[in-house]
Every structure is written in C-alpha cells, then in structure tokens.
C-alpha cells in the first residue's frame, strides 16, 4: 500500500477535526474523498503532508510511519507526495516556469534536467506557451493546471489534490478536470482528490471515500458507494448524480 | 545550533554583524562630524585653550555702545587689557577679554568683574581662566569661606568669587588634580544645613545645642536671609500696621482673616461682605488667646488719625499708647462671621512721624536722619530721570519682584544692593515726611507737600507719639548714613535694569497702603526664604551628621519645633571650557544614542520584521519569535551602542541592549504589520520540500521590504 491512514484523530481545542480516520491508496490508484464543508477533508490532506501534526493514530507512506520523521525527512517526503492547493498559492514574483524550477533545482535536479522536466510538466497540462508569463497574467484554471503542474514535475509517487476546482469560474472547472482526468487514466501516481465533483469522481476514480463528522463513513468503488447510498451524505451525491 | 548548517542562516548572522558595524560607523561618523563642528563653534566663540581670560555678555542691541565702554572700563583698570569682539548667541554678544598677568590676582580680577556692571547691557560674565577649578552652587557665606580656604591651597594663584561660584586659578596645570581633591573635601564631604524655627525660638540656644555638629555657622544676619534683603523686611515689617486680637472662647488659627470696622461709619454686619472701607486681617500668629497678623486688604491710616475708639474707652490698655481698638469679626466663607474678641491697630509709621517732630534726644536725632534722607532723595531724583520709558511701562509689583531677586541674588554686586536697600530707606523717610507734614498741615498723605517737619508731638493729632528704643533708632540711623555713600555709588552706575528698580521703589513706598506693605513683605520674605517671624540658621556640617539627628538634639535641648533641609555645600567643576568641551561631548554621545536607535530600529523593521513574520508562518512557536526578536533587538542596539560610544544619561551598554529588548520585542510582536509575508507563499515552499532556509531566501526576503538583508541576500538567490 502505497498510504495507509490508521485511525488518525485531530482536534482544534474542542472542535473534531478527525474522528479516527483510515483509508488507503495503492500505487497508481484515484482515491476521490468527498464530504461536506468542514468535514475534515482538508485536515487529513494537511496531516497527509505533514503540513499539520494530529493527536493520535498513524499515517504510512509506503510502509514508513510518517509522524516520527525528522526534518530533512518530512522534506523529503513532501518531495515524493505533491499537494495541489485549492488556491493555487503560486510565488508571485516569479514567471511561470520558475514556480515549477523552484522545488526541482532547490531539491536538487541540475538546473537542465529541471528544466527539461519542468516542461514536460508544462506540456501535460497544456501550458508550454505560458511559461514566461507571471501568475497575475493567468486565468484561474491555467494557475491551477501551473499548480498542478509545479507538482507532478516533482514526480511524485502520490498527489494530494485539496479541492482543486473549488475556487474556480465553473466555465474554468473543465479545463482542470480534464488534465485531472488524464493524470487519472495514465496511473503514473497515486492521487487523493478531495473534490465535490461527482461527475469527476465517477468518472476517474477509483474508490470514494464519503467522510462526515471528521469520520469516513463509506468507502468503495464509486458506483457502489453512491448506489447503496448508505449514508445521508451518499444519498445527496447520489441524488446529484441522477440529476 | 543546527539553524546554522543552512547557508541562509550564516549570511542572516553576518547581516546582524554587518549591521552592528554600520552602524556604529554610521552613528559615531555622525556625532564625530558633529563633533568637528562644535570644536569650531567653540574655538569662534571661547578662542584657544589660555588665550582669553574673561568672556563679557551684552545684550546684542547694546553690541557697539558696550565695546566701545568695555575698552574704556578696562583700560581705565590697566592699559594694557586686550578686548576682542566675539559671536553673538542667543541674544548675546560677546566680548572675549585678555588680561595682563600682574592682573592675575583675586583682588584684581574681582575689581575687574565688578566694573563690568558699568557695561550697557551688561548681561554677566564668565572666567576663561586656565588653568583652573571651579567651586558652584555655593550659598553667599559658603562661596567666602570657599575662596579663602580656596587661596590657601598650595598651587593656587587666586580665588575669584562672582555669584554662587568660586573660580580658582592655578599655578600650573599640573596642579589641578591635587587642588580639585583639596576643594573637593573642603565642599563635598561637607553639607549646608539650614534650621527653620518657630518665631519664638531662641537662637543662642539653637546655636548652642547645635555646637557639637556645626563646623561654622553661615547665617549672615543670625537669620539666614542674605543681609540687604533682612533689613528690607525688617524695616518693612516695622512700618506695617500691627493687628493684635485678644480672642474670646474661640481662638483663631494662624491664616484665619478677621475683619475689622477700619475706616467705614459703622461696624461690620454679620452676614454682609466686608465693606471696602473695612480691614481685613491675616492672622499670622498666635500664643494663647492673643493673635497678631498682617492687614492684607485695606489701609488703615485714616483709622489711626480719627481712630474710632469703642464706647467702653478702650479694652486693651495699649490701645492708650496710640492706637485704636476694633472689634473683630471672623471671615467665613468670604462674609463677616460673629465677633471674636478686640483688634488693637498700632501704626509704626504715625508714630514714627510723630517722633520726628518730637524734642529730646528722638526728636533731634531723626531730625539729623531726616536731612541725610532729604539729601539722597535728591541725588535719587536725578537718578531716576535716566530710567527709560520702556522699562517705565512694565508692570509695578513684576518690577518690585524682579528687584528683590536681584537683591537676593547677591551677585557680588554688594554696592548696589546696599544702595537699593539704602535709597528705599530714603523714599520710605521722605514719605514719612510728607505724612508728617500733611498731618500738621491737615493735607491727605502723599500730595506732595514738603512743610519742614512741624508735628503736633502730643494727643492733639489723636495720640500720643510711640517712644522709640534706642536699638530701632540706631539701626534706621546707620541705613541712613550707609545710604549717602550707596547713593553716591550708584550714581556711577547706568544700568537702566536698577535704576528701572529704584524707580519702581521709590513709587511704590512711597504711595503704600497697609495691604500693599504686607504684599511686600510676602514678596521680601519670599525671595529672602523665609518669613520674618520663622528665623533662619545657616550650618556647614560634616556630611556625614543626619539632619534627622540634628533635630532630635534640638528638639530636646530647646523644645523648639525646627524644620531642617540640608544640602550640598557645593560641587567642583572644571572650568568653563573643559565644562563646555564635556556637555560638547555629551551631545555628541547623545547624538550616536539617537543614531543607534534609528539604526536598530531601521534594522529591525525592514530586515528582521520579514524574518520574524516569517517564522511565525513556517509554524515556529509564537513565544520563540518573540524571544528572537527581543535578542535580536538586545544585540542591535546594544552592539551599535557600545561600539559607537553613545551614551544617554542613566542609559549604558546593559541599559541598551534591555531598550533594545523591548524594541526587538515589539518588532516580533508587530512583524506582521511591520512587513506581511504570504502565509500561502510559505505553505508552498514547504509543500515543495524546502528547507526554512530557502523559503526565506527565495520566496520571503524578495518579497520583503528593501534592507541590509535583501542586499546581502541578492548575491545568493538562484531565483531572480
């Protein structure tokens, strides 16, 4: 298993933010997590990424228990499992290409190989020609599609991808999507989508994870989980879905 | 210490060391400029280091009249006396003065300073003497005893008194350290102690209790109050119509106010406001159930020349010595309150006009006086006509004031202030005179009739005259006679200020009303520290005797009450120039201080604010950032300082580098206002597997307000 998440619990002072929380994802598999507002989506990505520490449980990535790395090891690990933001949070000040340079050549990739990869990063999301442009001079979709981009030039094992179409024009959510979709079929990586997009997770995943209240409260291939609509939140994707 | 590792870290490191450097460089290249130029500044305005020796103030608008006098009051002292107009500051010109060396003498140079006052617009004075020690903040008699024990100090050429200072010249420099160490013990292991006791105290009795402490007593006229101004309140107090209330039941307190009927057709009513034509009284003492005090509004010698005697003949029996008896009322709450008892009112003046007409050995003697006094009067009428109008205009009692600190300021100017003291005698004699004569004649006081003295001696003008003590006479008669020779002094004199002030003297008593003469005396009693009735003793003691002790002793030995403030007997300095090359220097400290603030606080906010918010975002403990700030404040201001020199009073290196403290901590606290950093930047560097250091280098400091730190940190980024 390529991530295993063993009953990880968070609290923000008394708030649940996770409720014993465990899921999985093998290598090359499209796992699409989907819940309410405030369900713990995020938190679990966060603590995926060591970006927020939990209060119990453990998280495995590729066997290793992640809560004990040191430093250079979280860096490391970052390094290996991409994380798309719902805001794209791209470094302002620099051109397209150099957001994607900037993890490669500090990571340590000779600056023309990073430049090579970065491109062909580029190119899988359909952006070569913007790659001297400032983020301030894109779209939404295509600083999302950069994101993605400044990701998988990384050439992680696994993506975290945190509502990645979330703070679009839903005329822009396609655009997304669709690289999403590819990045999906090719199975090169692991990804954890959380999204709201049934069509999406219908679509490219593989298995959906239905979480509510900090807790997972279905798990399964998508057609099931929304068939047997075991769940109230099932049966409002699943409702969704028919209309 | 695993911070370091990361190049970032190191070069963050050489920043704060490079910023130290700079800017100690920065704040001591600053006050060393300023420096310079106050070394010019001084050399304009003090010459070199022995080249003058006495630098003249004159009020600049008196520039050209008072170079001219100056040469010629010097070269009248001696030919060969060098005078150099220097810059003006302040409103001040200055004359830079040479003296010959045979002029090096206390005598000689005290007779010098003393013919500057002939100056027009003379403003003071300052000794450049070198090598030299000066002796401040010393008391009249202390700054005497000062300059003789001064002159006997080996090494010492001269000991020259002016103001409350003592300026000892030296033989040679050599001998200063030795000479300062002398004056030192003589002044500062010594302290001045003045006793304030109850009217009633005995002071031969305080002075023998004291015996034990004192090392010699400074009292100038047994009461603490320098010599001119004593015998000014004195006589004062002597002219002022004297209030006694003997008190029924209820006794008054001292600073009650009691009204009295004065001059108007019928008593006070309780209940109303006093009238204008009614006295009113400040109770100033009282023993038992009889209080004494002051008129303070109202005027009571219309009462005394018809006094309004009461039906039952008088209930004081002094009231038969001439006087008149009231009733008095107490004031409550500015309204006439129930009577308290019976007002005596005896009048010095009336009686002493009264003397003056008188046969015996009174009457012959203050006729003799009366003489003296006309022929001052005369000499003082000339001189008030020098008076200008401008001065004129200024108001009467801000004058009277002004004069009496100047009289208390002492000032070596002994002359004039005798003179002062001795013309207000003269204008109080010559008003008594014209009372007396208006008394004869049947004239209101004061219009101006000059009758030879023809006073009715006996009851016939309503009472019989107040028999003098011999004490009282002979001291009028001395003022008197010091008053020709004064008088003649002053006529030397120019300075419009003093005669603006005799002026004013001579139109103030000379139109005094009872209330206007206790004015003057709070004035007098004011400015000399103290009033009449609370004798003043002036100690010098060893430093180490307690006052507290002091009082115990005295308390026990006399049953007295006393006050005691002791304070230092003086302070060694050194002299002018080395006084002013110090403050010279103490600004210059102060300047690095304010350029070392401004330096660390620059720092602090466009470099290290960044770095601080910074942390915050990459997730560091809030209390750690603020530590950091607070150590990174601590060494910025206090490195800067230290190395710069800056000095503030009551501020070292340790002080500082704890003000830096604070303001690295409020930097910590404020950082992101101070300069924002995107948090969502941040998050993704660290998404990206970047270490903290090259988040702050590639993506933070860019972004960052323009310091030291993106300079330096320019030359290492990959990412331009």
């Known amino acids: ?243 | 210490m695993s911070l370091l590792r990361e190049p970032f870290w190191k070069e963050y490191v050489i920043v704060i060391a490079l910023t130290v450097v700079l800017g100690a460089g920065c704040a001591a290249g600053t006050a060393r400029a300023l420096d310079a130029a106050f070394g010019e500044a001084t050399k304009s305005l003090l010459g070199d280091a022995g080249q003058y020796d006495l630098i003249v103030h004159v009020r600049q608008d008196y520039r050209e009249a008072a170079g001219r006098e100056l040469a010629r009051v010097l070269a009248s002292r001696h030919p060969d006396i060098g005078v150099v107009p220097g810059i003006t500051v302040a409103g001040n010109a200055n004359f830079l003065v040479k003296l010959p060396e045979s002029l090096l003498e206390q005598e000689a140079l005290e007779d010098v300073a003393a013919g500057l006052a002939d100056v027009p617009g003379f403003n003071g004075y300052t000794w450049l003497l070198e090598p030299s020690v000066t002796v401040s903040g010393l008391q009249p008699a202390m700054r005497d005893l000062v300059a003789r024990e001064a002159a006997a100090v080996p090494g010492v050429r001269a000991a020259v008194r002016s103001g409350s200072s003592v300026t000892v010249l030296l033989e040679g420099i050599e001998g200063r350290e030795r000479v300062a160490a002398a004056l030192r013990e003589l002044v500062e292991g010594r302290q001045v102690v003045e006793v304030r006791l109850p009217g009633t105290s005995d002071l031969n009795a305080v002075r023998s209790a004291l015996a034990p402490f004192v090392i010699t007593e400074l009292s100038e006229d047994g009461s603490g109050t320098p010599p001119s101004l004593a015998v000014l309140r004195d006589v004062l107090a002597s002219l002022a119509t004297r209030v006694r209330v003997r008190t029924g039941a209820e006794p008054l307190e001292v600073g009650e106010w009691v009204v009295l009927q004065g001059s108007a057709p019928s008593p006070p009513v309780p209940g109303a406001p006093p009238s204008p034509d009614n006295l009113v009284v400040e109770i100033a003492r009282v023993s038992g159930m009889e209080a004494s005090g002051w008129i303070v509004k109202g005027d009571a010698r219309s009462t005394l020349v018809q006094p309004v005697v009461p039906p039952d003949g008088g209930a004081l029996a002094a009231a038969e010595g001439g006087g008149a008896v009231q009733t008095a009322f107490r004031l409550v709450e500015g309204a006439v309150g129930p009577a308290v008892g019976e007002a005596l009112l005896e009048s010095p003046r009336l009686a002493l006009a009264r003397g003056l007409a008188g046969d015996g050995f009174a009457g012959r003697e203050l006729a003799q006086l009366a003489e003296l006094a006309r022929e001052a009067a005369d000499r003082l009428g000339e001189m008030a006509a020098l008076v200008t109008p401008e001065a004129a205009e200024q108001a009467t009692e801000q004058r009277a004031e002004r004069l009496v600190r100047a009289l208390r300021a002492g000032d070596g100017a002994t002359a004039v202030r005798e003179t002062l003291l001795g013309v207000a005698l003269s204008v109080l004699a010559r008003k008594l005179q014209e009372e007396t004569a208006a008394d004869a004649s049947g004239a209101a006081p004061g219009d101006g009739t000059a009758a030879p003295a023809q006073v009715d001696p006996g009851t016939d003008s309503g009472g019989p005259s107040l028999r003098f003590d011999a004490t009282q006479l002979a001291q009028l008669r001395d003022s008197l006679m010091a008053l020709a020779d004064a008088a003649e002094a002053l006529e030397r004199g120019t300075a419009g200020e003093l005669l603006a002030g005799l002026l004013d003297m001579q139109q103030l008593v000379g139109s005094l009303r009872d209330d206007e003469i206790t004015g003057l005396l709070r004035i007098v009693e004011r400015a000399g520290g103290g009033a009449a009735a609370e004798p003043r003793l002036q100690f010098l003691v060893d430093d180490e005797v307690s006052p507290s002790e002091m009082e115990t002793v005295l308390r026990r030995a006399t049953g007295d009450a006393p006050a005691i403030i002791a304070a230092r007997a003086g302070v060694v300095n050194p002299s002018a120039r080395s006084l002013l090359i110090e403050l010279l220097a103490d600004v210059r400290r102060s300047i690095a201080a304010l350029v070392a603030v401004l330096v660390a606080g620059a720092a602090l906010v466009l470099d290290h604010a960044t770095v601080l918010a910074a942390l915050r975002g990459l997730n560091v403990r809030s209390t750690a950032v603020n530590a950091a700030g607070a150590v990174l404040g601590a060494l910025l201001l206090g490195g800067v300082w230290a190395l710069s020199g800056a000095e503030l009073p009551f501020l070292g290196t340790a002080g500082a580098a704890a003000a830096g403290a604070a303001l690295g901590l409020v930097t910590a606290l404020m950082s992101e206002r101070l300069s924002p950093v995107r948090a969502e930047e941040v998050l993704a560097g660290q998404s990206l597997g970047l270490t903290d250091g090259q988040i702050l280098r590639e993506i933070v400091v860019p972004a960052g307000r323009p310091g030291l730190l993106s300079l330096v940190n320019r030359w290492r980024r990959q990412f331009r």
């Not at chain 1, 430093?71 to 150099?98: K, M």
């Not at chain 1, 970065?118 to 359909?126: D, G, I, K, T, W």
């Not at chain 1, 790659?131 to 950069?146: I, K, N, T």
């Not at chain 1, 975290?160 to 979330?166: G, K, Q, R």
């Open chain 1, 1 to 243: 298993m390529l991530l295993h998440v063993d009953k990880v619990h968070k609290r923000y002072g008394r708030r649940v933010a996770l409720a014993g929380v465990s899921l999985s994802v093998a290598p090359g598999e499209t796992v699409a997590v989907m819940g309410p507002s405030g369900c713990g989506k995020s938190t679990l990505l966060r603590c995926i990424h060591r970006l927020t520490p939990w209060d119990e449980g453990e998280i495995y990535f590729d066997g290793a228990p992640v809560g004990p790395m040191r430093p250079a090891e979280v860096r490391r690990l970052r390094r290996q499992i991409g994380f798309v933001f719902q805001h794209f949070h791209l470094i302002e000040r620099l051109t397209v290409l150099d957001n994607i340079l900037l993890g490669l050549v500090l990571g340590g990739v000779p600056k023309e190989e990073a430049v090579d990869r970065a491109r062909s990063a580029l190119a899988r999301v359909h952006l070569q020609a913007e790659e001297s442009l400032y983020p301030a001079q894109l779209s939404g979709g295509q600083r999302q599609r950069v994101a993605i981009a400044r990701a998988l030039a990384l050439a992680p094992r696994l993506m975290l991808l945190d509502e990645p179409t979330a703070a679009l024009d839903p005329i822009l959510v396609g655009e997304v999507l669709e690289v999403m979709e590819d990045l999906a079929r090719t199975r090169s990586t692991g990804m954890l989508v959380v999204t709201h997009e049934v069509r999406f997770a219908m679509r490219a995943a593989d298995r959906v994870v239905l979480m509510d209240g900090g807790a997972v409260v279905d798990d399964g291939p998508p057609e099931e989980v929304f068939a047997r609509r075991r769940s109230r939140i099932a049966q409002s994707y699943g409702r969704l879905l028919v209309s």
